[in-house]
C-alpha cells in the first residue's frame, strides 16, 4: 500500500470499529489501526470534520464511540475498494449472463449513490472502458497497475493522453507516446491499453506495466464505432512475429475450436476440412502438448518440426504408458 493510501485506509477501519464496538479505548484504537495514539486522535478529528458523530470521553473509562442512535451510510469504501467493485460489476457483466443485468445495473447505481464524486466518476470510467476476458483462467497479480484508473477515465472521456512508454526489446527504450486509448483490456496475464498511436499511425496495444507516466492532453478523439477491444487484443497478440509459423487444419467447426483454443493462440478461419488455425509460436513442444488436449484432430501444414515435437511427445508418452503398465504387473505377480 502506498503512503498515500494509508492514512485513508487507516481512517475507515478506524470507522468500521467504531460501528463495531460500544467503545473503544485510545489504546485499542492505535493497536488495531498500528498508528501511535497521536495518530488516533488526527484521525478521530478527521472523521469529526468528515460529519461522523464521533463522542470522546475522559478518565480511565474513557474512550472514543459513535453516537448513539445515529445511521451512518450503509457503505463507505476507499478508492481501491471502489475500484476492486467496479471491477467485479465488470467482469459479471462479462459472463453473459443476461438475467442478472437489471441487478448489475442496480448494484452499480447504488455504490455511485454512496461514493464521492470523483469515485463515481472512476467507478463509470472502469466499468465502461475496461473490457474482461470470460471464464480468465488467470489474472492480475494485484488487481490494480498504477496507470488502470487515470487511462480508462480517459477512455471513457475520448480524451488523448501522452505516454511515457518503454518498449520490449533487449535494451529497453522509454520514449513519448500521443495516444487515443479505445479502451483497455486483460489477456495472457497483463493489461493493455489498446488504441490509435500518433507517433506509429495506426493501432497499438500498449502493455500498462511497461507504461512510466501517463499526461492528459487538451485534444479529444472519436471513438470507431462498435470497436472490439478484445478482439483486436485476441488478434494482435496472435500474430506477433515469433520463432515458428504454423499452420493447421482442424478437423472441427470454429465453434468447437473456439471452446478449446485460447484467443491469443492464433488466428481461426474457415476450411473446407472445418477450420484453419494460424499461429506464431516460439515453444513448439508446448504447442504439441496442446494438441495433445484437443478433441479433435487436425492436419499439421507447417512446420515439419512440429509434426517431430509431435511424435516426440507421442513417444514419450507411449513408453510411460507401457512402463506404468510393466509396473503394475510386477506389482501384481506373487512372490
Given amino acids: 500500500m502506498s503512503q498515500a493510501t494509508k492514512p485513508t485506509s487507516r481512517v475507515l477501519a478506524m470507522l468500521e470499529l467504531l460501528q463495531s464496538n460500544k467503545q473503544l479505548s485510545g489504546a485499542e484504537l492505535a493497536l488495531a489501526c498500528e498508528v501511535d495514539r497521536r495518530s488516533v486522535r488526527r484521525y478521530i478529528a478527521h472523521l469529526q470534520e468528515l460529519g461522523v458523530p464521533v463522542q470522546a470521553q475522559r478518565g480511565r473509562d474513557g474512550g472514543y464511540s459513535l453516537r448513539p442512535g445515529h445511521k451512518l451510510p450503509p457503505m463507505m469504501f476507499s478508492k481501491d475498494e471502489t475500484l476492486a467493485l467496479a471491477m467485479g460489476l465488470r467482469a459479471a457483466r462479462e459472463l453473459g449472463l443476461n438475467g442478472i443485468l437489471p441487478a448489475l445495473a442496480s448494484a452499480q ?85 489498446v488504441g490509435y498511436c500518433h507517433l506509429r499511425q495506426a493501432l497499438r496495444c500498449f502493455r500498462l506495466d511497461r507504461v512510466e507516466a501517463v499526461e492528459a492532453r487538451p485534444a479529444s478523439f472519436l471513438r470507431p464505432a462498435g470497436f472490439d477491444v478484445l478482439a483486436h487484443l485476441s488478434q494482435a497478440i496472435a500474430t506477433l512475429p515469433r520463432a515458428h509459423t504454423v499452420r493447421l487444419s482442424l478437423h472441427t467447426d470454429i465453434a468447437t475450436a473456439r471452446a478449446h483454443l485460447a484467443p491469443e493462440l492464433g488466428l481461426l478461419s474457415p476450411s473446407p476440412q472445418g477450420c484453419r488455425l494460424d499461429a506464431q509460436i516460439d515453444d513448439l513442444s508446448a504447442m504439441a502438448r496442446e494438441i495433445a488436449g484437443w478433441p479433435f484432430a487436425c492436419t499439421i501444414h507447417k512446420p515439419n518440426a512440429l509434426r517431430e515435437a509431435l511424435m516426440g511427445l507421442a513417444q514419450r508418452l507411449q513408453k510411460m504408458a507401457a512402463t506404468g503398465g510393466q509396473t503394475a504387473a510386477k506389482s501384481r505377480s506373487p512372490n
Fill in 109 to 193: 447505481a447504488k455504490l455511485e449513490r454512496v461514493s464521492p464524486k470523483a469515485l463515481q466518476r472512476r467507478l463509470r470510467d472502469v466499468v465502461e472502458a475496461v473490457a474482461l476476458t470470460p471464464g480468465q483462467k488467470s489474472m492480475p497479480s494485484s488487481l490494480l497497475t498504477e496507470h488502470l484508473p487515470a487511462l480508462s477515465t480517459a477512455a471513457r472521456a475520448q480524451q488523448r493522453v501522452r505516454l511515457r512508454y518503454r518498449s520490449g526489446a533487449q535494451e529497453p527504450v522509454s520514449e513519448d507516446r500521443e495516444v487515443d486509448v479505445y479502451g483497455l483490456a486483460f489477456r495472457g496475464g497483463h493489461w493493455y491499453a
